[in-house]
Structure formats: C-alpha cells, structure tokens
C-alpha cells in the first residue's frame, strides 16, 4: 500500500474516532444512531411478508427465495452448473458458512420419502 493510501485511510479512520468521541457524550443521541445504523447494515434480504404473509420464506436481494428453519440456517433451492440442489446451510452475518449440505433432486425426493420414517423414529425417542 502507498504512503498516499495509508494516510487517506488514516484520515478516514480519525473522523470516525471523533465521531464516536461525540457519540459518547451525548448517551441518548448514541443510541438512537447505533439503532438506525443496526437497520442499514442488515443482511442482503428483503421480507416478503406482504405477498407471502409467511414470515419464514424471505428473498435475497438478488432474487434468490429461501426459508428461514431457524435464526442461522436456512433452506434453499439454487442451481449450480445447470443442476438444481436444494441448499441446506448455516448463515453467519447474512453469509453463508461451510456448514450445510446441497442435495440433488434425487437425493431430496428420497430424502423426502423418509420423513414418515424420521418421524416415527422421534417419536420413539
């Protein structure tokens, strides 16, 4: 990186330290602008609760549907090299980890033709 870079960089990270600074005296301003600044960096999603009244079934911004099964992991079906999966995954941070699974259709249908099976087997539990 260049000494020009570096000093940019340095510029920009000491108004952000000042601002903080600011931030810190007053107790009630900080707040409510951590909150409003929590909303705007969100995930990359958009709920789609007005079309679906689903709230677990939500739309990446892209386009890309998928159903939330829990507050980290979600479902979804994606196509890689022409080929369509269904995408199990846990999320951190709105992005996606190496923990999950992709399943081919024919994996899915027979995984799907277990469920009764996996059922009764947590019953028995």
């Given at each position: 990186?260049?000494?020009?870079?570096?000093?940019?960089?340095?510029?920009?990270?000491?108004?952000?330290?000042?601002?903080?600074?600011?931030?810190?005296?007053?107790?009630?301003?900080?707040?409510?602008?951590?909150?409003?600044?929590?909303?705007?960096?969100?995930?990359?999603?958009?709920k789609r609760a007005i079309d679906n009244e689903d709230d677990d079934q939500d739309e990446t911004a892209d386009g890309q549907a998928f159903f939330k099964l829990s507050e980290r992991k979600r479902a979804s079906v994606r196509k890689w090299k022409d080929i369509a999966m269904v995408d199990i995954r846990e999320f951190y941070d709105g992005k996606p980890t190496r923990k999950g699974i992709s399943l081919t259709m024919d994996q899915w249908k027979k995984l799907k033709s277990f469920i009764d099976d996996i059922d009764n087997e947590l019953k028995k539990l």
């Open positions: 990186m260049s000494k020009r870079k570096l000093s940019q960089k340095y510029i920009a990270d000491s108004d952000v330290d000042e601002e903080e600074q600011q931030l810190a005296d007053d107790p009630e301003e900080s707040s409510l602008k951590k909150k409003k600044s929590s909303k705007s960096t969100g995930s990359k999603t958009k």
